[in-house]
């Protein structure tokens, strides 16, 4: 069956960097677009970044952008984000999610990794 | 960037009806999509393409859209429907989600 596995987080400095892991299974990161969505503790969903199904593309959220890198490993089923210059207002469970491109939604979503930047 | 603005809250008896809006400029001419988010979990799809139910969600749940807003309804709320409601659309490689609904079942 489908899973989406989150790893990586962690309590980190402000300024420093951490790099995020999405380990899929029952499908292939090469097949599917891959999202990642943070949630910051006690507030709404926010999409965070965007690989396509086939690499090509990588969009951002403005606030990001500049920052974070997401990328794959096709031969580890696994989708990257790696976050640079954290701040504060980075803390938050970050979720990785499969999206289903036909009918445009987030299809399967992982458990999410808690990342929480303080000094 | 858009923005997606949603009520706060919304209460209601059980068995009543539950309405929670959307509101953003793109919705006309972008689907909406909203996810339930009950506490600790991951957020599950209880509507796509505004008003098009996935399988395994209840009847009860249903959307409609009229201009830049589009409207989630639930008939007949039960206890289980108490969650966080998200609407979320997506615009020219940017995806965007509202700000979320709290939905307390009295």
């Known amino acids: 069956q489908v899973k989406l596995v989150e790893s990586g987080g962690g309590v980190v400095q402000p300024g420093r960097s951490l790099r995020l892991s999405c380990a899929a299974s029952?499908?292939?990161?090469?097949?599917?677009?891959i999202h990642w969505v943070r949630q910051a503790p006690g507030k709404g969903l926010e999409w965070v970044a965007v690989?396509?199904?086939?690499?090509?593309?990588?969009h951002y959220e403005d606030s990001v952008r500049g920052r974070f890198t997401i990328s794959r490993d096709s031969s580890k089923n696994t989708v990257f984000l790696q976050m640079n210059s954290l701040r504060a207002d980075d803390t938050a469970v970050y979720f990785c999610?499969?999206?289903?491109?036909?009918?445009?939604?987030?299809?399967?979503w992982g458990q999410g990794t808690l990342v929480t930047v303080s000094s | 960037s858009y923005e997606l603005t949603q009520p706060p809250s919304v209460s209601v008896s059980p068995g009543q009806t539950a309405r929670i809006t959307c509101s953003g400029d793109?919705?006309?001419?972008?689907?909406a999509y909203w996810y339930q988010q009950k506490s600790g979990q991951a957020p599950v799809l209880v509507i796509y393409?505004?008003?098009k139910r996935p399988s395994g969600i209840p009847e009860r749940f249903s959307a409609s859209t009229s201009g830049t807003t589009v409207t989630l309804t639930i008939i007949g709320v039960q206890a289980e429907d108490e969650a966080d409601y998200y609407c979320?659309?997506?615009?020219?490689?940017?995806?965007?989600f509202g700000g979320g609904t709290k939905l307390t079942v009295l």
């Open positions: 999610a499969r999206y289903f491109e036909t009918d445009g939604y987030f299809e399967y």
């Open positions: 029952g499908f292939s990161v090469s097949n599917y677009g």
């Open positions: 690989i396509s199904y086939d690499g090509s593309k990588k």
């Open positions: 793109t919705l006309p001419n972008q689907y």
């Open positions: 393409k505004d008003t």
């Open positions: 979320q659309s997506a615009d020219s490689g940017l995806w965007v």
